[in-house]
């Protein structure tokens, strides 16, 4: 069994009536190379571009958070063109953050910059979290936000997302959000 069809059997495919959120390929790392290098993308993301080696580290373990945890990350794949737009999901990354977010899943999302403002990334929380009711059942969830990303605040206040508190990661001020 190849690789590609053990990580499409660990990562439930989502379609939503644009979007459809289904495991990495290999074949994404370009796209995600040009996602995660683009300045207006990773500015409220630690600020710093990725390279295409970063690019592929972070593609290579997107399956191990669903092998090790039963979720993960998914891709986001506009239906209409095929094309990976950008990635999203649940993770623990074990931060070091005060307060900690004690195991909670924390939630994530980049798109890529052209598909900005297109409602895209609302369409994509709104089916990762209900998969998130589905699978965990009644559960917090956090994410953590750059005080200026106002588009990403709009996205996780629109989720139902509550402003919980502002720290610091990396040296960096974040807001965490809190959904219950």
């Known amino acids: 069994m190849s690789v590609a069809a053990t990580t499409e059997r660990l990562v439930p495919v989502l379609e939503t009536p644009r979007l459809r959120l289904r495991g990495h390929r290999a074949d994404d790392h370009a796209a995600l190379t040009a996602i995660w290098a683009d ?6 993301i630690g600020g710093q571009a990725s390279t295409p080696q970063d690019a592929w580290m972070r593609l290579l373990r997107y399956p191990g958070l669903w092998s090790l945890l039963g979720y993960g990350y998914w891709a986001i794949e506009e239906q209409a063109s095929g094309r990976c737009i950008g990635d999203i999901g649940y993770a623990d990354f074990k931060r070091d953050i005060i307060p900690p977010l004690d195991d909670r899943p924390e939630l994530g999302w980049v798109l890529a910059s052209d598909v900005h403002g297109k409602g895209y990334a609302t369409e994509a929380l709104t089916a990762v979290m209900a998969w998130g009711r589905a699978h965990f059942g009644q559960h917090q969830s956090v994410c953590i936000i750059a005080p200026e990303n106002a588009a990403s605040i709009r996205v996780a206040t ?13 040296g960096s001020p974040v807001l965490l959000f809190m959904h219950e």
């Open 39 to 44: 300045p207006v993308v990773v500015r409220h």
């Open 158 to 170: 629109k989720a139902g997302f509550q402003l919980h508190g502002e720290t610091t990661y990396h």
